[in-house]
């Protein structure tokens, strides 16, 4: 895996009601903390960017455009929010996801580096070079 | 392009779908890459797009009490993995889900989830939800 990169890290949170079963007071806890931590990041420059997902949405699909409802992927699985982080290493973005305060009631984490281009037109490139040797 | 900047409202475009690209000859690219960019190109000068970046195919999920899981990829289904997003300035739902409609992934079986940005988090909502049905209970 390449460590450095200068494009930043993608925080995806993955996890769908696992909100409904806390108590009152874990929720305004959970609340709390995710709020503090993310103005604590942004204040040190880290996050630029970060909303959460309302839980609704749809999916569109296929040649015809089909357009359905959520829910995303397995509702376990669906992403409910993310963070951009603009930090220069896996490391950093690790240490970052690990203080997530949703981690403790099943929320996951996704950490993902940002490409500097599109995937699709790397490969292509790489193929076209690939072809002239 | 640019990263996202800080948002208050819109829409999330989510890209799905796992190197899908990798079935395609060269033909097929070489009519998709064009569409591809031209797209994104009108979105942007229509003022359309605040931010989009593709993601890298590698990462890691943590999980667990204090994080003490951390796995690789796969994510999710490795036919629902996210490759790439893009910030949506438009008003309504519609319009982003007629944006999503012309993305030109989805000829080559691409999927894109479409998600309003909000602002309040979700479990500060419930909460409030609880304590107004808590109060009619009362009332």
């Known amino acids: ?133 | 392009m640019n990263a996202l900047e800080m948002s208050n409202n819109g829409y999330l475009l989510l890209f799905h779908g796992n190197e899908w690209w990798k079935e395609l000859g060269r033909e097929e690219l070489e009519q998709y890459i064009p569409q591809s960019n031209g797209w994104l190109e009108n979105l942007m000068t229509t003022g359309k797009v605040k931010g989009g970046q593709a993601l890298a195919r590698s990462g890691v999920i943590v999980s667990g009490k204090n994080g003490c899981n951390v796995t690789d990829g796969p994510f999710a289904e490795s036919k629902e993995v996210v490759g790439g997003y893009l910030l949506l300035n438009v008003e309504t739902f519609e319009e982003a889900v007629a944006i999503a409609k012309t993305c030109p992934q989805l000829a080559f079986g691409g999927k894109v989830e479409v998600r309003p940005l909000t602002n309040e988090c979700p479990s500060q909502v419930h909460l409030e939800e609880l304590t107004r049905e808590e109060q009619l209970a009362t009332a």
Request: hydrophobic residues 40%.
């Open chain 1, 1 to 133: 895996m390449n460590l450095q990169n200068q494009n930043g890290y993608m925080l995806l949170f993955r996890g769908n009601d696992w909100i409904k079963p806390l108590s009152p007071e874990e929720k305004q806890k959970v609340t709390d903390q995710w709020m503090a931590w993310f103005k604590r990041l942004t204040e040190q420059g880290k996050a630029v960017a970060g909303n959460p997902l309302e839980r609704e949405g749809k999916v569109v699909s296929g040649n015809n455009r089909i357009v359905s409802d959520g829910p995303f992927a397995e509702s376990k699985e669906a992403i409910g929010g993310y963070f951009l982080l603009d930090v220069p290493t896996m490391d950093e973005a690790l240490v970052i996801a690990k203080e997530c305060p949703g981690l403790p009631y099943g929320v996951k984490v996704e950490v993902r580096p940002v490409a500097a281009e599109c995937p699709v037109a790397s490969e292509f490139k790489r193929e076209a070079e690939f072809a002239t040797i």
